[in-house]
């Protein structure tokens, strides 16, 4: 519901109020104890999206360094290269050996489900991506954004997508990484770094 949607809103925008300077170190267990009223799962769900793109790096089990959007185009990268090698699902296992080397990101995580946030989040960072590669515009309705995020991960619980993907809004608006364009309802516009990254192509036998 509305509520629930706004309750993460609410919980990234405070977060990152007390947090979000570069190079402020975060512990899990001390943010759970400052915001006593969260739920330690929203409070991972947003932490969860902020390490996708790299907003927060982990140091250990509950320790992070916030590094803000300095790094959003390193792990546009990443995602792009994780795709490229064969993650487009989060249980399927790629190629053992890239895994291996470029797996840190899910280390002491458990395996991610279909709806996974982080997945979720790099699937619509990688449509986000396409749409501005072929020049399409900005703005994409929730609808029709969930409808292909089924496709791309594979599920047909469209409720459970949109909600989830609702999450992802929510943290990624707290970032300044997206915007809701004045006019369109239930449209969102990525309004960060530019997404057409270089990719780096993966070397035959690299891994």
Partial sequence: GCRRDKSLS?????????YGAAG?????????AAFPTWKKRRLYDV??????????????K???IWRGISQVQDAVRDILLRNEAGFHHPLSQGRP???ARRGSFDREEPSVPITGLAFLCQQFVLLLREREQKD????????DATSQLCHRVGSNDHKTVLRR??????????LELLARPSGLRRSVAWCGPSLLVDVPKLQPGAA
């Fill in 97 to 99: 050996g890239l895994k």
């Fill in 24 to 32: 402020q170190e975060l512990d899990l267990d001390e943010v759970q």
């Fill in 165 to 174: 993907l609702y999450d992802v809004i929510n943290v990624l608006e707290a």
């Fill in 47 to 60: 932490m969860c999206v902020c390490q996708c793109l790299r907003v927060v790096v982990r140091q250990g």
């Fill in 62 to 64: 509950a320790q992070f």
């Fill in 10 to 18: 609410a919980l990234a925008n405070e977060l990152i109020a007390k």
């Fill in 136 to 143: 399409l515009p900005t703005a994409i309705g929730l609808e």
